[in-house]
């Protein structure tokens, strides 16, 4: 398919165009390492040390690529850029990477300088020309160098206080948008929905209304709260992120808070469904449980007692209503 490809194949580059390409790379990565030091400088000022020292690491290899180009070439640059060529290793754009958190981002600059090295060796290996040869591998080792200077920067900058203490901050907004939401839906779904679900059980003794009502129950119910999440607080002045994530993460869990005990009436026998659907309960309580001591530091057993006790009530409301 080479001929159809409205983009450059790297084997037909000439020297100069893969000078002018290992130039304007440096300079998107170094666009790229002060975008996410600018990002992070707010909640994150020692990484964003970091990032800005490596921003610093590319700006002084593109200026030696410059000097070498003006050298060989003159100072008229080509302009050719990594989406022009077939096959070269491609950037995420920086949206999608500066929302996953703190340790992503790293783990993206990491992969940056490695994809680089790589492609270089590849490119080197493949090259007949030995000045090509050559200065596929200075870049190669270019990139492995930079891989080196960002470890001492971090050694620098990222001590075992500083990391401690990002560690601490981004936990506690992966709580706040994440965590906390998604416990209350998660509450919400599996206790509130408990007495419609099992009253109409016990009235009707029929497993397929009964999962109907479930699914009513559980979709509403995550459309409500992950409105009312999303609604109540942009985020800006709290702190606790997105309201939109804060949305989903509590609308998801209160429907499949909800879905977990509507699902075992998909069974016709309602001796065998209700058996499943009292089990699912018992699981999704402990779950609350857990999570609330695992991320909300709430001793174990208190959280249980809290959780069961008002799950029970809620299930004896349902069995009663439904009985009577």
Do not use: C
């Not at 500066?98 to 990491?110: D, M, S, V």
Request: hydrophobic share 45%; proline share 3%.
């Amino acid at each position: 398919m080479r001929f159809f490809s409205q983009r450059r194949h790297f084997a037909d580059l000439s020297e100069r165009e893969i000078l002018a390409l290992a130039i304007s790379s440096e300079e998107d990565d170094a666009r790229i390492y002060r975008t996410y030091a600018d990002r992070l400088r707010t909640d994150y000022p020692d990484t964003a040390h970091v990032f800005e020292g490596m921003a610093a690491e590319e700006d002084q290899h593109r200026q030696r690529l410059i000097a070498l180009h003006e050298t060989r070439f003159g100072e008229t640059i080509p302009l050719i850029r990594r989406e022009h060529v077939a096959g070269f290793y491609a950037r995420r754009p920086v949206w999608l990477v500066e929302n996953l958190g703190i340790e992503r981002i790293r783990a993206e600059a990491e992969m940056m300088e490695q994809e680089a090295e790589h492609f270089y060796h590849k490119a080197a290996q493949r090259s007949a020309d030995a000045a090509t040869r050559r200065l596929l591998g200075d870049l190669a080792a270019a990139e492995s160098a930079h891989q080196t200077v960002a470890d001492t920067l971090a050694d620098t900058h990222l001590g075992d206080e500083s990391k401690s203490a990002e560690d601490r901050t981004a936990r506690r907004q992966f709580v706040l948008t994440w965590v906390q939401p998604g416990l209350a839906g998660l509450m919400d779904g599996s206790v509130s929905t408990l007495a419609p679900i099992f009253a109409t059980a016990f009235a009707t003794q029929d497993t397929w209304t009964t999962f109907l009502v479930g699914l009513a129950a559980s979709v509403g119910a995550g459309i409500s709260m992950g409105f009312t999440e999303a609604a109540s607080d942009d985020g800006e002045l709290s702190g606790r992120g997105s309201p939109w994530k804060r949305g989903i993460a509590s609308g998801v869990m209160t429907t499949l808070g909800g879905l977990g005990h509507a699902l075992p009436y998909l069974i016709p026998e309602f001796r065998t469904a209700t058996a499943l659907a009292v089990l699912v309960v018992f699981v999704e309580l402990w779950a609350i449980a857990w999570i609330q001591n695992r991320y909300m530091d709430t001793p174990f057993f208190r959280a249980a007692f809290q959780v069961v006790l008002g799950g029970a009530l809620v299930f004896a409301a349902g069995v009663l209503i439904g009985s009577g």
